[in-house]
């Protein structure tokens, strides 16, 4: 069985402040890695999405996460965020032929 | 492309009646998802269909609850005897044919049951 955890329940932050936003997941094999985002009445989206090849994988509104196989860690970034990224943010986890097991979620609450 | 669409958007109910809810997923994606996602929780995987096989069910699907797709597109979920601990966004996802293993799937905006 695999678990994800999302350790902050809610991140609030400054407008062009930087963000990070912590997954730590545990598995017995090789996982794929996901960040979906839900904005306010809208139904989840993915992010971005670790498969294979580099450790660093981008979203093109300017995310970023890096897969750390020794600390089974999944951790998303945002060097300045906008307003318009509040939002809650779910990490999941995918053993290959296996379903997505989703963390609680991490609501990101960007302030002017 | 319209996107994974769902009705209702908002049931509520009695407890102890049966509810359907419908999920329209993206056309030809053979792939079709079930998830309940209560307050504060992440979605939590039901049950899975490839074309219009069952192929998986969690533990989370007991017998009160059953899941259809006859024809291969659109799949029903029905919740018999509803209990207040059903209350719950049931989310729909869809993705296409391809390595099931790294698809990724698009959910819809989910159906918010509230059982009285």
């Known amino acids: 069985a695999q678990s994800v955890t999302q350790l902050d329940s809610q991140v609030p932050v400054f407008e062009e402040a930087p963000v990070e936003l912590r997954c730590n997941y545990s598995s017995s094999v090789s996982v794929y890695l996901f960040w979906y985002v839900q904005y306010p009445n809208q139904g989840l989206q993915l992010l971005l999405k670790?498969?294979?090849?580099?450790?660093l994988v981008e979203s093109i509104n300017g995310f970023e996460a890096e897969f750390n196989k020794s600390q089974t860690s999944f951790h998303l970034r945002k060097p300045s965020v906008h307003i318009s990224d509040t939002a809650e943010y779910f990490c999941?986890?995918?053993?290959?032929?296996?379903?997505?097991?989703f963390g609680k979620g991490t609501m990101l609450l960007v302030s002017p | 492309d319209t996107g994974v669409s769902q009705d209702p958007r908002h049931k509520i109910t009695k407890r102890g009646q049966n509810v359907t809810f419908r999920c329209d997923p993206i056309?030809?994606?053979?792939?079709l998802y079930w998830y309940r996602q209560t307050l504060g929780q992440g979605p939590e995987f039901l049950t899975y269909?490839?074309?219009?096989?069952?192929?998986?069910k969690s533990r989370l699907l007991s017998d009160r609850f059953s899941a259809e797709r006859p024809k291969g597109s659109f799949s029903t979920l029905e919740i018999q005897r509803t209990e207040q601990g059903d209350s719950a966004m049931y989310l729909c996802?869809?993705?296409?044919?391809?390595?099931?293993?790294?698809?990724?799937?698009?959910f819809g905006p989910g159906t918010r049951l509230t059982v009285l």
């Open positions: 996802a869809s993705s296409p044919r391809g390595t099931p293993s790294t698809d990724t799937q698009y």
């Open positions: 670790y498969l294979s090849g580099s450790t």
């Open positions: 269909f490839q074309n219009e096989a069952q192929l998986e």
């Open positions: 056309s030809e994606h053979n792939r």
């Open positions: 999941a986890v995918k053993p290959g032929y296996s379903t997505l097991t």
